[in-house]
């Protein structure tokens, strides 16, 4: 794998998940070892991932809205004419 190829693969990294057993994902994270420069730039990728992540989870948002996301609660339809 060449280090375009290993960017494009580890940018949807997500570490801790079931990406660690993905072969694509091992063959690019491999690289980074052969790679100083690749291995910085995961660094920061990783670094900015970590701070876009805790920047959403303090978005506020209605309880309603968080279970119509999550799929907890099933929108209501209306009904024309009721």
């Not at 060449?2 to 693969?9: G, I, L, S, T």
């Not at 660094?43 to 805790?54: I, K, L, N, S, W």
């Amino acid at each position: 794998m060449d280090k375009v190829a290993a960017k494009v693969v580890l940018q949807s990294y997500r570490g801790g998940t079931c990406d660690e057993s993905d072969p694509l994902f091992r063959e690019a994270l491999a690289e980074l070892s052969n790679d100083p420069a690749l291995a910085e730039w995961f660094q920061g990728e990783q670094e900015f991932d970590a701070v876009m992540a805790e920047k959403f989870r303090n978005v506020p948002v209605e309880t309603a809205v968080k279970k119509r996301l999550l799929g907890e609660e099933q929108p209501t339809v209306a009904t024309p004419g009721r």
